[in-house]
């Protein structure tokens, strides 16, 4: 393919982001950035447009967009502001490739409008399917949208189910690191702070992703992630903790054989193949690993006491609905509280069994009802979040 596929990048002052326009770097004649999305990071925003000159940068916060709009002005580019306006630009007829690296809720709007325009989407945000798994895949079917999974372990799950038939799956194999607090004893748990959660121990991730990935709420949501991108309902989707986060995911199928994909624990490798697909066609001399160096690879069993939030994940994901819609707009709520201090790490369990406990239910939600489930689950989360600290 001769000419350059045009990208745009939802979220590309974030962690996916950034290391998405590594790749984009690091094969000019392939990738252009033809669109750059940020919420807040209005500088690194300006300084990204200044190096790749999309064509399009929007900043969704409306009240950076003069500043960005008068730094950009002399380049051309065209700077606009607010969500509407993202998901306007996804019916670009030049955008070959969305990726969709917006944190949380905020990614399902423009997800929906890429899968109705028809883009290939490079799927990062995992909360779009979270939240409302069973509608998107039914709108793909409806569209000649493709999504490749950018996250490490889906993009590994992709990976060993190339060429093989989904009857023959037996159970899939989600890897987790464990997170920093993998060995701290449970009675510390309540006290540890913002600063303790986010020393992942082998990833770089933004504040939010890492804090899920110390209650291990990233692992219920790429489960239930799971459970809609292969079909595969969630009492076969198996967690395992993994150390060492080498091994990214692995699949067992009915003859008892076991699929692993392993590899550095380096987001540029799934992000790089998710991009290339349908090929494996980005050659890199980064990223490689020895075996040898890898010698002990260890796994275990998750502490479901120690992690009650998988517990919640799987109840979420067995009762449908809008359940997993309340738990990650609770989930937001109560990480955004922990990361200012408001709360202790152990009330985020707290917070979202509440709010779960006390939303509306619905079983075959709608757009709306999703967007008004989001919204309530929201205000019940914040309300007890307010009744643990009056003012």
């Keep these: 393919m001769n000419a350059q596929i045009n990208i745009a990048i939802l979220g590309s002052t974030g962690s996916i982001g950034r290391q998405t326009l590594d790749i984009i770097a690091e094969y000019p004649n392939l990738f252009r950035a033809y669109m750059l999305v940020a919420r807040r ?4 925003l300006i300084e990204q447009a200044r190096r790749f000159k999309p064509r399009v940068v929007i900043i969704a916060d409306e009240s950076l967009y003069t500043s960005v709009r008068e730094a950009l002005q002399p380049l051309g580019i065209i700077v606009e502001t607010g969500d509407k306006a993202i998901s306007d630009r996804m019916t670009d007829s030049v955008i070959d490739t969305v990726v969709t690296a917006m944190v949380g809720y905020s990614g399902l709007a423009p997800t929906i409008a890429a899968i109705h325009a028809g883009k290939d989407i490079a ?3 995992k ?21 490749y999974p950018v996250d490490s372990e889906h993009g590994a799950f992709y990976q060993c189910l190339v060429g093989e038939r989904h009857d023959d799956i037996d159970k899939l194999i989600l890897t987790a690191s464990g997170g920093p607090f993998r060995n701290t004893p449970a009675g510390q748990l309540p006290h540890m ?4 959660a986010l020393r992942h121990p082998n990833w770089d991730m933004g504040a ?5 990935s ?3 709420m990233n692992k219920g949501f790429e489960m239930i992630e799971a459970q809609w991108l292969y079909d595969i309902a ?5 967690i395992v903790v993994h150390p060492q986060s080498i091994v990214h995911s692995m699949v067992q199928f009915r003859d008892g054989s076991v699929k692993a994909q392993l590899g550095l624990p380096d987001m540029h490798l799934p992000i790089r193949y998710a991009l290339g697909l349908p090929d494996r066609r980005l050659y890199t001399d980064r990223g490689k690993m020895t075996l040898a160096d890898y010698a002990n690879l260890t796994f275990e069993a998750p502490d479901f006491e120690r992690f009650p939030l998988l517990d919640t994940a799987y109840r979420a994901a067995e009762t449908g609905g809008n359940a997993p819609c309340v738990i990650n707009a609770a989930n937001e709520v109560a990480v955004a509280a922990f990361l200012n201090d408001r709360i202790r790490f152990t009330d985020i369990h707290r917070a979202i069994e509440y709010t779960l406990e006390h939303a509306s239910f619905s079983k075959q939600p ?4 999703y967007v008004n489930s989001n919204a309530e689950a929201r205000r019940i989360a914040q309300q007890f979040i307010d009744n643990l600290n009056p003012e």
């Design 366 to 369: 709608t757009l709306d009802n």
């Design 234 to 238: 969630p009492e076969r989707i198996e």
């Design 41 to 44: 990071s209005a500088d690194l």
């Design 208 to 212: 939010k992703i890492t804090i899920d």
């Design 123 to 125: 799927l990062a945000n």
């Design 214 to 216: 110390a209650t291990m």
């Design 193 to 196: 702070k913002a600063a303790d």
């Design 127 to 147: 909360e779009t399917l979270v939240v409302a798994g069973e509608m998107i895949m039914q709108m793909l079917q409806k569209s000649r949208s493709r999504i």
